[in-house]
């Protein structure tokens, strides 16, 4: 995989959770996010559960309140369709604030923004606590297709590549006196574009005929083999194996 690669959504520390095996907290929050998403819609106590238990978390993580809020942001697009279900869904109607609005379209509007919310919660508290390299190894140590794997390693490592490239042709246009300001522009860009696809395409060619003469044969070599321990999964499980209580007390209550 390459070495270390931080991303923005990283935030380095020595906690417990920092120290637990990638493809450990990959699996528990796959369960969480399974469990929270069978969650009846009419137990609210139960989301607030399930939110305390993430604090609890981020708690244990060292992860600041401040830093998990600005990464819940990326949900803006689920809340603003989540508000317009009262609005637009069929049904038994009722009067809010001088609106009519949908019952069945604010229970709608209320299950997508829980169960987001928390889904996104719990994936930024995975993100704040392991490296992509990290992810990556966890993917591959739970056996998802290494074909797969591999595609989103060189994402990972290619990504900021391409990035840098286009900030090159940026400059380079801007330096030529190029200002981006109306339709008739368009040609330029779409000529940037493609020549940044031909580009890139070109050099995944050298990166696959370099890998080739390396020896590469459709598998990666695994440098750092890493291992769980029963107590290392029990503490990663605590998470849903809990979640999963209040899930069943849901259903019951």
Not at 164 to 174: G, K, Q, T
Not at 217 to 235: F, K
Request: net charge positive.
């Amino acid at each position: 995989m390459g070495a270390g690669h931080s991303h923005r959504l990283y935030r380095h520390g020595h906690s417990p959770v920092h120290a637990l095996p990638p493809h450990t907290k990959l699996a528990a929050v796959l369960a969480f996010v399974v469990v929270v998403v069978s969650t009846p819609r009419e137990a609210m106590w139960a989301f607030a559960a399930y939110a305390m238990l993430l604090g609890a978390v981020a708690y244990a993580a060292r992860v600041p309140a401040g830093f998990l809020l600005k990464r819940l942001l990326i949900e803006v697009p689920f809340v603003a369709f989540a508000v317009l279900l009262p609005f637009v869904a069929e049904g038994e109607r009722v009067d809010v604030l001088g609106l009519s609005l949908s019952v069945n379209g604010l229970w709608g509007a209320w299950n997508v923004l829980a169960k987001g919310t928390l889904g996104v919660a719990a994936s930024v508290l995975l993100a704040a606590t392991t490296e992509l390299r990290e992810l990556l190894h966890g993917l591959q140590r739970l056996r998802l297709p290494p074909l797969l794997v591999q595609i989103a390693s060189f994402m990972v490592r290619y990504g900021d590549v391409i990035t840098d490239e286009m900030r090159r042709m940026r400059i380079a246009r801007e330096s030529r006196g190029f200002e981006a300001r109306g339709v008739r522009h368009w040609g330029v860009l779409a000529k940037s574009a493609g020549a940044l696809f031909i580009r890139s395409y070109e050099r995944g060619e050298r990166v696959h005929l370099a890998m080739v003469s390396r020896g590469y044969t459709g598998v990666m070599p695994v440098i750092d083999e890493v291992a769980a321990s029963r107590a290392q999964w029990s503490y990663a499980l605590a998470l849903p194996c809990a979640a999963l209580v209040v899930c069943l007390l849901g259903w019951t209550l």
